[in-house]
């Protein structure tokens, strides 16, 4: 398993600010919050948090992009998401008293990524207490539960319609026309081959669901099984 890469801690706070002033969010950063915080690189493939292991605290992704997965306990139905800078991981658990000791997802970086640390302990001593920070966190969190609330996929449906659905709500969140993530990436969040992923994008564009030309995606009818 590839574990993440810890390149932070002292005399690198410089490159934490740069990263926060480039997302224009370093001033609702608390300044206990933000001597706390670390910087974590995470090369491709590299495994961030697994689900159902203990928190660390909030990650915040500032350059690359990480696969969010959850599977049910009978394995039946994965819930995944792709994010991109800026986003939050891990605020889900700081709000939930009842899951505090359990992460609910496995995050993997899908390239080379860097996330910022900011710690439990210091997110309750400061973060908690800043409205500003605050605000930001909820904004963040009410993204991610309408995304998540969408991308429940069953491991029942066939590879056509997996990535039906998948591409329907993609169109939802970024809008009719968009751009595919790299085919090996996509199948693997769906759980198909590359091959069956082609022969399902064929399938949908043959049959007018869909116009897919290179990485460009237009969709034209939602699925049946929404």
């Known amino acids: 398993m590839s574990m993440p890469i810890l390149r932070s801690g002292q005399g690198k706070g410089h490159h934490i600010l740069d990263y926060l002033r480039s ?3 370093d001033t609702i950063i608390p ?12 090369n491709k493939n590299n495994f961030l948090i697994m689900q159902n292991s203990r928190p660390l605290g909030v990650y915040l992704l500032v350059d690359g992009m990480l696969q969010i997965s959850q ?9 995944f998401t792709v994010q991109n800078a800026l986003s939050v991981v891990g605020d889900l658990e700081l709000f939930c008293d009842e899951c505090q000791h359990n992460t609910f997802s496995t995050v993997q970086a899908l390239q080379a990524s860097r996330v ?6 210091a997110l309750h001593t400061s973060g908690l207490n800043d409205a500003s920070f605050l605000k930001f966190l909820c904004k963040h969190l009410a993204k991610k539960v309408f995304e998540t609330s969408q991308n429940k996929i069953s491991m029942l449906l066939t ?3 997996r990535l ?12 009719n026309s968009f751009q595919l993530i790299k085919r090996e990436q996509l199948a693997s969040m769906l759980g198909i081959s590359v091959r069956q992923l082609t022969r399902a994008l064929d399938n949908l564009n043959r049959t ?3 116009s ?6 237009v969709i034209h009818q939602a699925p049946d099984n929404l």
């Open 208 to 210: 007018g669901m869909i």
């Open 159 to 161: 590879a056509t319609e």
């Open 31 to 42: 300044v206990d919050l933000l001597s706390a915080a670390k910087l974590i690189t995470l």
């Open 71 to 79: 599977y049910d306990k009978n394995g039946g139905n994965i819930i």
């Open 164 to 175: 039906h659905r998948y591409l329907y709500i993609q169109s939802i969140i970024y809008g």
């Open 23 to 25: 997302f224009s969010i």
């Open 212 to 217: 897919h030309k290179n990485k460009s995606v």
């Open 116 to 121: 910022i640390l900011f710690p439990e302990q």
